[in-house]
């Protein structure tokens, strides 16, 4: 039996409620014909979870391959059982197969393994802790999440790094960070940005944080499609940054990678960026130095590129811009990073806060029936989002890059880190509909799902109608005819083979005794997509000296910066992501490429059929996807992992399009 995938607008197949959902298929040979059996007249397929407390009729098979119905359970077992009626909807007959999914193989260890394994000394050299110059910052226990066990020996573990946290002399000299303001730029104007360090009261705490122009999110900034402006960028903060334009198919010089397209700004430099913007949509900027801190710290915010076209969207009442993002706190405030290395190199820094435009609660209020566009770009550095809205219809028009071919209905939106969509929801019924992420955390430890739910805003809907009404065109589900052209001059590259292939996966060195032993009872199955952090305390430690994440070309068994891909401009090349299942640790990676676009033309062979142009493909762990990239923008450019900590350990590479 495979567990395959149907085609959807994500790559990921999840239901809003967060249970990943598999189509099976069944392949059988050699099975005796039924009525041999006895006064059985056909098989059938069921499925159950392992307690056999559900069991659900899949439904009639034979030998040869039938596709099956989706199956949304954690773990489960498929059975086939010959029955006297082709019609039966209970169990009952003979029992023919019988197998169990690999997630069953997810079961609580030994405990007596870990009761040895956290005791034993650990030579991992995590007990030769580095210090701030003696000043005061260290680090303290990493927070514990809801709902999940840690051993003690996790718990005492720490980062093998200095913690750093941005201070200044005087924190009440610096500015107190305001929300995000509107920017409209026209073509030829010149915006001054600055990144600089600020004071933020958040949930009854002063935090000191990054911003740009001292705004959380940085400025929204809005330009006409084509559009030409300047940046000057002022570099306040404590350390060298610099300024990448996300998605943005702009001028190679500009693209903001140090030691690749420019150096890095040091502090109190400056550097001006010119930059177009050859494609409608919403992109961002962020900066493309130790993103795991700088980006993590606030320095983040939108570009809206507005189209000419002014039937581009269908129609909305009202446009919502929203950042989704979370923030690591623990008991004395934010949880310190890495000085010279990253930490959380395994899994990623969860946050436990979860932000809306950097507050930890979103609130509108709409009328009844309003139809609302939202644009949502995922800022943080590592989660993968599930979201819905509880209550309200919502369609997914616009990808990373632009509108998808057509609109399409979806019960949630699963966006990776830097990827973008923009929805429409309709809120039809007066009351609060809450904005939720939900997801299936994994308890690696008792080797169980759970629920986990975050409430991220909520709408208020009051009682008069929304004018005008939009209910129609809502119901509707509308094509683009200008992004299908786009892409029907491509088709003729669909079905080519893969012209390079690169292999996900991972290596580490000088991890504790504790984390290595865990990792391998962990490898037996991996979760196609962790949703929330859940191995804490190994994570944490977990530096980029110990763990390096590796992009291998499959032709040519290069790595990272090794890897030296050429192209000409004009051409256009199939890529195959496979994300190696049986690495050490395997996890999703959002793959983003610089200055250039890509459609993602099948996730595990199966074609999706309603196409995007693309920066960023979420890729889960033992996936494969195959994209088609429009080599269309000359110079030297990324090709990086964008969980802020993968990049800092090492899973980045660089290809030039001459
Ligand atoms: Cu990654």
């Given amino acids: 039996m495979e567990l395959g995938r149907a085609s959807g607008p994500f790559t990921v197949d999840v239901s809003a409620d967060g249970h990943l959902r598999y189509t099976p298929a069944i392949t059988l040979s050699g099975l005796p014909q039924p009525p041999s059996l006895g006064r059985h007249a056909t098989y059938v397929a069921w499925v159950a979870s392992p307690t056999m407390d559900v069991i659900q009729r899949l439904g009639t098979?034979?030998?040869?391959?039938?596709?099956?119905?989706?199956?949304?359970?954690?773990?489960?077992?498929?059975?086939?059982?010959?029955?006297?009626?082709?019609?039966?909807?209970?169990?009952g007959g003979r029992l023919m197969l019988r197998g169990m999914s690999p997630s069953t193989r997810l079961q609580p260890p030994d405990f007596m393994q870990f009761v040895l394994g956290s005791t034993?000394?650990?030579?991992?050299?995590?007990?030769?802790?580095?210090?701030?110059?003696?000043?005061?910052?260290?680090?303290?226990?990493?927070?514990?999440?809801?709902?999940?066990?840690?051993?003690?020996?996790?718990?005492?573990?720490?980062?093998?790094?200095?913690?750093?946290?941005?201070?200044?002399?005087?924190?009440?000299?610096?500015?107190?960070?305001?929300?995000?303001?509107?920017?409209?730029?026209?073509?030829?104007?010149?915006?001054?940005?600055?990144?600089?360090?600020?004071?933020?009261?958040?949930?009854?705490?002063?935090?000191?944080?990054?911003?740009?122009?001292?705004?959380?999110?940085?400025?929204?900034?809005?330009?006409?499609?084509?559009?030409?402006?300047?940046?000057?960028?002022?570099?306040?903060?404590?350390?060298?940054?610099?300024?990448h334009w996300h998605g943005v198919r702009l001028d190679n010089p500009n693209d903001g990678v140090p030691d690749m397209t420019q150096r890095a700004v040091a502090p109190g430099e400056r550097f001006t960026y010119h930059l177009r913007f050859p494609d409608a949509g919403i992109y961002w900027y962020h900066p493309?130095?130790?993103?795991?801190?700088?980006?993590?710290?606030?320095?983040?915010?939108?570009?809206?590129?507005?189209?000419?076209?002014?039937?581009y969207f269908s129609p909305a009442n009202r446009e919502e811009v929203l950042m989704l993002d979370d923030l690591l706190m623990g008991d004395d405030g934010m949880v310190p990073f890495g000085t010279a290395t990253t930490t959380h190199a395994l899994m990623g820094r969860f946050g436990n806060v979860m932000l809306v435009n950097g507050e930890p609660r979103y609130a509108l209020a709409v009328g009844r029936g309003e139809v609302v566009r939202y644009f949502l770009t995922n800022v943080s550095n590592t989660r993968t989002f599930n979201l819905s809205f509880l209550g309200a219809r919502m369609k997914v028009v616009a990808g990373d890059v632009g509108n998808y071919e057509r609109e399409q209905w979806v019960e949630s939106i699963v966006i990776g880190p830097a990827e973008r969509y923009v929805v429409h929801v309709r809120f039809d019924t007066a009351g609060?509909?809450?904005?939720?992420?939900?997801?299936?955390?994994?308890?690696?430890?008792?080797?169980?799902?759970?629920?986990?739910?975050?409430?991220?805003?909520?709408?208020?809907?009051?009682?008069?109608?929304?004018?005008?009404?939009?209910?129609?065109?809502?119901?509707?589900?509308?094509?683009?005819?200008?992004?299908?052209?786009?892409?029907?001059?491509?088709?003729?590259?669909?079905?080519?083979?893969?012209?390079?292939?690169?292999?996900?996966?991972?290596?580490?060195?000088?991890?504790?005794?504790?984390?290595?032993?865990?990792?391998?009872?962990?490898?037996?199955?991996?979760?196609?997509?962790?949703?929330?952090?859940?191995?804490?305390?190994m994570n944490w430690a977990a530096?980029?000296?110990?763990?390096?994440?590796?992009?291998?070309?499959?032709?040519?068994?290069?790595?990272?910066?090794?890897?030296?891909?050429?192209?000409?401009?004009?051409?256009?090349?199939?890529?195959?992501?496979?994300?190696?299942?049986?690495?050490?640790?395997?996890?999703?990676?959002?793959?983003?490429?610089?200055?250039?676009?890509?459609?993602?033309?099948?996730?595990?062979?199966?074609?999706?059929?309603?196409?995007?142009?693309?920066?960023?493909?979420?890729?889960?762990?033992?996936?494969?996807?195959?994209?088609?990239?429009?080599?269309?923008?000359?110079?030297?450019?990324?090709?990086?992992?964008?969980?802020a900590e993968h990049l800092s350990a090492h899973m980045m590479m660089a290809f030039t399009v001459q």
């Fill in 61 to 91: 098979v034979r030998n040869g391959r039938t596709v099956l119905p989706a199956i949304s359970l954690d773990k489960f077992i498929v059975l086939v059982t010959a029955e006297e009626s082709a019609n039966a909807t209970d169990m």
């Fill in 432 to 537: 609060d509909v809450a904005l939720v992420n939900r997801v299936r955390g994994l308890d690696h430890l008792y080797g169980r799902f759970f629920s986990e739910e975050d409430t991220l805003g909520v709408i208020r809907v009051a009682g008069g109608a929304a004018s005008p009404d939009l209910s129609a065109s809502f119901a509707t589900l509308r094509a683009d005819t200008a992004v299908r052209a786009s892409v029907a001059r491509y088709r003729r590259y669909f079905s080519r083979p893969a012209d390079k292939a690169l292999v996900l996966t991972m290596e580490a060195q000088g991890l504790p005794f504790f984390t290595r032993q865990i990792m391998q009872l962990d490898s037996i199955f991996f979760t196609p997509v962790e949703w929330s952090g859940t191995m804490p305390g």
């Fill in 288 to 311: 493309h130095v130790r993103e795991d801190i700088q980006q993590d710290l606030g320095l983040y915010g939108n570009i809206m590129v507005r189209s000419p076209r002014s039937s």
């Fill in 543 to 643: 530096t980029g000296d110990q763990v390096r994440w590796i992009l291998r070309d499959a032709a040519t068994g290069k790595e990272n910066m090794d890897i030296d891909w050429t192209f000409r401009r004009g051409e256009v090349a199939k890529i195959r992501l496979v994300n190696e299942r049986r690495s050490f640790h395997g996890m999703q990676h959002p793959i983003h490429i610089h200055g250039q676009r890509f459609l993602v033309l099948a996730v595990n062979d199966v074609p999706n059929t309603n196409l995007v142009w693309k920066d960023t493909v979420l890729l889960p762990a033992g996936a494969t996807a195959d994209i088609l990239l429009d080599l269309s923008n000359p110079g030297r450019w990324m090709l990086h992992c964008h969980i």
């Fill in 120 to 243: 034993r000394e650990d030579s991992g050299g995590h007990e030769h802790h580095e210090h701030g110059g003696g000043d005061s910052l260290a680090w303290t226990m990493v927070p514990m999440p809801a709902g999940i066990s840690m051993l003690p020996a996790e718990m005492t573990l720490r980062p093998n790094a200095a913690p750093y946290l941005p201070r200044v002399v005087n924190p009440n000299s610096l500015p107190v960070a305001e929300p995000r303001q509107l920017i409209p730029l026209a073509s030829g104007d010149t915006l001054r940005l600055t990144a600089g360090i600020v004071r933020r009261p958040f949930k009854g705490r002063t935090l000191t944080t990054f911003a740009f122009n001292g705004q959380y999110p940085g400025p929204l900034l809005q330009v006409a499609q084509g559009a030409r402006i300047t940046v000057e960028l002022t570099n306040a903060l404590d350390q060298p940054t610099t300024v």
